[in-house]
């Protein structure tokens, strides 16, 4: 079929079609003989309507003053054709040139390139009254009934949840009625992509989503949506203007089976929110879905009685100054010892932590002890090096952390200095602006900042403009292997560099050996922490060494 072009419609004064030029026929699926007499609204979907009704009644181009050929835009309309597809359209009218008063002349500018199956719909319950495309209740369904209709075959269903991004710059530039006309265009837009793909809804203001059931629904999503994107570069005109529109978008994937809406709606909406994150006009696929194994729930289970009962407790692991051996401070690791389970990892009870909602008391419960210590340490022997709490990002997020830390602090009386959190990359990207002002008002509270597994997690520096980190932990994934693999040598090198230029210590973490201790001195580094200057230990062991030994040097590295 011909790709659609624009079209002319004379149209009388009472809303009937005079004349009609030759590329009517196809946009609007009739002959200009079938189309001469047939009032416009008859043509329209039921949501363009009442936008048509609206401007008719109050389109006056035979009022004196009215100059003849101005142009109005009645707003988008969606045509029905002939044989029952439908043609989203960018309408204009003009006072039609013969005078003739109340005699306008229709000029109709197809928003997608072939008609679309099904007609347009009556806003209900489950459509959305702007696009005529199922709202997120409509979606539900669809993705209700399509996980039923698969869940025999063993297909999947995949989600691609759609948003614009800066739409509200358009909202508050060009004003409501042109976002709206811009929504419209983006949904007929994604319509026409998606034709015998998948399903398109409008979820949300400027979300939309894009479904997709079939035995291989992941690897075709992950084909689809560079197409569209890419489609959805080029510009698009409405209202008489030209906008170039971005979007951001998450994908995710389920196995037909249950009503698990939520379920994916949450990750498809969490990977677009990642690729807001990466920058916008990205796309981000979101992680496979993990069921909670046995192991996880028994461990999340003894885990809550284990917070209950107080049997997690604090070792510390000392982080020296390479030059001279000195204590520079001391990392708190959590350690958990189940009866049943034996000693388990905080590597894999944090994760379980954070998912189930213990993070925030298991967090406080760290700082709690930490600051206790730290002050019990001073006054018993007289260490003035602060004490490294790590900090996950589910505990940064909430509201209450702050005030949490500030009470605590001053129920211990904390000096300042004597606190740090060691935070990974990954949890300052997440919400940069917040963070980036909590950041500040805890250097204000002589609380310094370590950015923890340096290297690890995003790629983009930005955000250490920031966040004015007092330290930076390199990865030890980077640390162990400097002296036999060079490229890592010029990674831990570039980061010393990039540290010190913005006024960062850095430390080392896993360093096992003297050799690599050595190595790292000669690189600039400033301290280090790892197995070869002391190993994690409780809190009373760690009181005997630093009687022992401190102030004087733990083990220094022989500088040549
Ligand atoms: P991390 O913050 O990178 O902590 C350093 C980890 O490296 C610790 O493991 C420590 O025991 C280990 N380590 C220290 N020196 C060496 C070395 O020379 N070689 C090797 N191979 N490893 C060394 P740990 O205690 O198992 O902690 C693992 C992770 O769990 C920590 O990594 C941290 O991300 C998390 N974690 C521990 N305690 C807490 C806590 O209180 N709160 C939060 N949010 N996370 C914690
Ligand atoms: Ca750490
Ligand atoms: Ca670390």
């Known amino acids: 079929m011909k790709s659609l072009g624009s079209c002319e419609l004379y149209v009388s004064a009472c809303g009937t079609i005079e004349q009609a030029d030759a590329a009517a026929q196809h946009v609007l699926g009739l002959s200009a003989d079938a189309l001469r007499g047939q009032l416009v609204l008859n043509r329209l979907d039921d949501s363009s309507r009442k936008r048509w009704r609206d401007f008719w009644l109050q389109w006056t181009p035979g009022t004196p003053g009215v100059q003849a050929d101005a142009v109005q835009a009645p707003a988008d309309l969606n045509i029905v054709r002939g044989d029952g597809s439908w043609v989203p359209t960018c309408a204009k009218v003009r006072a039609s040139r013969d005078g003739e008063p109340g005699r306008a002349l229709l000029t109709l500018q197809p928003l997608v390139t072939k008609p679309l199956s099904g007609t347009g719909r009556a806003p209900d319950s489950l459509h959305d009254a702007l696009t005529g495309l199922p709202n997120r209740r409509g979606a539900r369904d ?41 929504l419209r265009a983006v949904g007929a837009l994604l319509l026409e992509c998606a034709q015998g793909f998948g399903r398109v809804c409008r979820s949300a203001g400027d979300e939309f989503l894009i479904i997709r059931r079939s035995a291989r629904s992941a690897e075709e999503m992950r084909s689809f949506v560079p197409l569209f994107m890419s489609r959805l570069h080029r510009p698009i005109e409405v209202g008489g203007e030209t906008l170039v529109v971005t979007a951001s978008v998450g994908l995710a994937t389920q196995a037909c089976e249950g009503n698990r809406f939520d379920a994916l709606m949450q990750r498809a909406s969490q990977a677009m929110s990642r690729a807001k994150r990466l920058g916008r006009n990205t796309w981000y696929i979101a992680q496979e879905e993990s069921t909670p194994s ?28 390479l030059r001279t051996g000195r204590l520079r401070s001391l990392e708190a690791l959590m350690r958990w010892e189940d009866e049943q389970l034996g000693q388990v990892s905080p590597s894999t009870f944090i994760p379980i932590a ?9 967090g406080a419960w760290t700082l709690e002890q930490a600051c206790r210590q730290a002050v019990q340490w001073s006054r018993s022997h ?36 004597m606190l740090e959190l060691e935070v990974t990359e ?32 995003y790629s983009n520096l930005l955000y250490l403009k920031h966040f004015h980190p007092s330290k930076i932990k390199i990865d030890r994934c980077f640390v162990h292997a400097i002296t036999s693999a060079p490229e890592d040598r010029a990674i831990v090198r570039a ?16 360093v096992e050996n003297e050799e690599v201790g050595r190595l790292l001195c000669e690189l600039g580094c400033d301290e280090a922490q790892g197995y070869y200057f002391a190993r994690p ?24």
């Open 142 to 182: 669809i993705i209700e009934a399509a996980s039923a209709l698969g869940a025999q075959a063993g297909e999947t269903i995949s989600v691609a949840c759609v948003d614009l991004d800066n739409f509200r710059s358009i909202n508050e530039g060009y004003g409501h009625d042109l976002a709206e006309s811009v």
């Open 294 to 321: 046995l192991a996880q729930q028994i461990i999340k289970t003894r885990l809550y009685r284990a917070i209950e009962q107080g049997h997690l407790a604090l070792h510390y692991q000392p982080i020296v100054d």
């Open 354 to 362: 954070e998912e189930s909602g213990l993070m925030a008391a298991l």
């Open 382 to 417: 007289a260490v003035n090096s602060p004490i490294a709490v790590n900090v996950s990002a589910v505990q940064l997020q909430r509201g209450e952390f702050e005030v949490d830390l500030r009470r605590i602090m001053a129920e211990h009386a904390v000096p300042p200095g």
């Open 426 to 457: 990954s949890a300052l990207i997440h919400d940069g602006a917040h963070l980036a002002a909590l950041s500040s008002r805890l250097r204000g509270l002589g609380v310094g900042i370590a950015i923890d597994d340096f290297g690890t997690g």
């Open 495 to 510: 980061v010393i560099d990039m540290a010190h230029a913005i006024g960062a210590k850095v430390v080392a973490e896993g």
């Open 537 to 560: 230990g409780p809190a009373g062991a760690m009181g005997e060494w630093l009687s022992g030994e401190y102030p004087s040097c733990i083990c220094s590295v022989r500088v040549a």
